[in-house]
Every structure is written in structure tokens, then in C-alpha cells.
């Protein structure tokens, strides 16, 4: 049995447009933008320590989130170069 | 060097690891940094056991992520470097200081991805640990912040 004789309509739920951008992340009703997800993730850690009273500065709070939140191959920074004549670089 | 770079370069270290065969942990501001830590490092720390066969591994994990060595770094410590990689690395022997040794970190390490690879990294608290007892002033200027990340792990943790 399908989903025609099982009374539902069947076939394509989703329109052409909502295929293709399915394809193209950040598009409407396409997959969400690394960044995005990023951000969802940090708004939940957020919320979960809400409560928690921790001592920390906000500031720092935020950078350490974001690195709790990013996961491998997103961008993460590890080193700092010396420049010649002073100074360092990623 | 980008980002990016940064990473894969941690996924070269850990696939020439896997390729010569070399049980190392990763210790230092890398661990911290893999724990979640906003700090930035400019070497890689690896704990390995002085073994013979161990020394014949690093001579070529050496080679192959582009590097010559380990060669000391200076007569008052045990600490090797390899050099000429993209990032030098240095190579811990048997213990870091504050009591720890490879077997104790071994058991509270876990692994992390790094691009498609996987290292074994000590845990946030022994690098702490080890971070406090050397006092060093660039240790104890990182300890806040190393302090602050682990609060927020055990937070997170917790359940609601």
C-alpha cells in the first residue's frame, strides 16, 4: 500500500524551489549555515547555564562557548606565528 | 597560516602518529585548546614513553610531517623539539611535571577528532595541573582562563 491508498495525497511534499534550496545551505528551507548552527548551539549552551552563577566574565564566557561549540573542520584556531620584525600572526 | 591550516596540519601530525605506529598524548595549550579553551599556542606538545623503539618512531614521525629531529632544546631539560614542520613540536618524555605520569594521563585522556583523524589529548585537569605546578609566568597567565573553560565543561555537563 502507498500513500495514495492509504488516503494521503502522496507524492512530492516539497516544491521545486524548496528541493533545490534544500541544496544551498541558508537558503529558505534549505539547510541551516555553518554560522547558523553555531549560534543555535551557543544560544543553547547559554541557556543552559543561565542558572548556574558562574563567576566568569561575559566576554570570556562567550570566546569559550564558541570554542565549546564548534566542531572540527569549522574554522578552529590553533597557533600564532612570530613575524619577523616583531609582532605575532595567525 | 590560516585556520584551517591550523587544523589540518593537527590532522597530518595525528595521521603521520597513526602511519609510525607512535602512542602520544597531546599535552599543553593544544590539549587546552581541543578542551574548548580561547587560547592560541605556537608548538605542539606530545607526552610519549622513552622507549628505543619509540625513539626510532619519532626520528620518522619526524619525516614525515616534514621535519628533522627531535633534537634538545636545551641542556636543564629532557624536552626534545622537532624541527622545520610547519609547527615545531615538542616531545615530552614519561612525565610531566606536577606528578603526572603517562600512564595516569593516559587513562583520563580522550580522543578528539582533528579533520578525519583522531588524537589522543590529556584531559583539561592535568593540564592544569601540570600548567600550576610549573608556575611559569606565561603557565600562570593562561590558568584563568584554563580555570574558567573547565568550569564551564562541568557546567555543561551537569544535568538540569
Do not use: W
Request: glycine share 8%.
Amino acid at each position: 500500500m502507498n500513500a495514495r491508498d492509504a488516503g494521503r495525497r502522496g507524492g512530492r511534499q516539497r516544491s521545486a524551489a524548496k528541493r533545490a534550496a534544500s541544496r544551498r545551505n541558508g537558503a529558505l528551507g534549505g539547510r541551516p549555515t555553518k554560522a547558523q548552527t553555531l549560534r543555535g548551539d551557543m544560544q543553547a549552551a547559554r541557556a543552559k547555564l543561565a542558572d548556574r552563577n558562574l563567576d566568569i566574565d561575559p566576554g570570556d564566557l562567550d570566546l569559550i562557548l564558541e570554542r565549546l561549540c564548534r566542531t572540527p573542520n569549522s574554522g578552529r584556531r590553533f597557533f600564532i606565528r612570530p613575524r619577523q620584525g616583531g609582532g605575532f600572526v595567525f | 597560516m590560516s585556520s584551517n591550516a591550523d587544523e589540518s596540519f593537527l590532522a597530518e601530525l595525528a595521521a603521520a602518529l597513526r602511519r609510525v605506529r607512535l602512542e602520544a598524548i597531546v599535552v599543553g595549550n593544544v590539549a587546552s585548546i581541543l578542551a574548548g579553551a580561547p587560547v592560541l599556542t605556537q608548538d605542539v606538545d606530545l607526552l610519549v614513553r622513552d622507549t628505543p623503539p619509540n625513539r626510532r618512531k619519532l626520528i620518522k614521525l619526524a619525516e614525515a610531517i616534514g621535519g628533522v629531529g627531535p633534537e634538545s632544546i636545551s641542556e636543564l631539560t629532557s624536552t626534545e623539539r622537532i624541527y622545520g614542520a610547519a609547527v615545531p613540536v615538542d616531545i615530552l618524555y614519561d612525565r610531566l611535571i606536577g606528578g603526572l605520569t603517562f600512564a595516569s594521563i593516559r587513562s583520563r585522556a580522550r580522543e578528539e577528532r582533528v579533520g578525519r583523524e583522531t588524537l589522543v589529548v590529556a584531559s583539561l585537569e592535568d593540564v592544569i595541573k601540570s600548567k600550576t605546578a610549573a608556575g611559569r609566568a606565561k603557565d600562570r597567565a593562561a590558568l584563568p582562563i584554563l580555570n574558567d573553560t573547565l568550569a564551564v565543561r562541568r557546567a555543561l555537563a551537569k544535568k538540569p
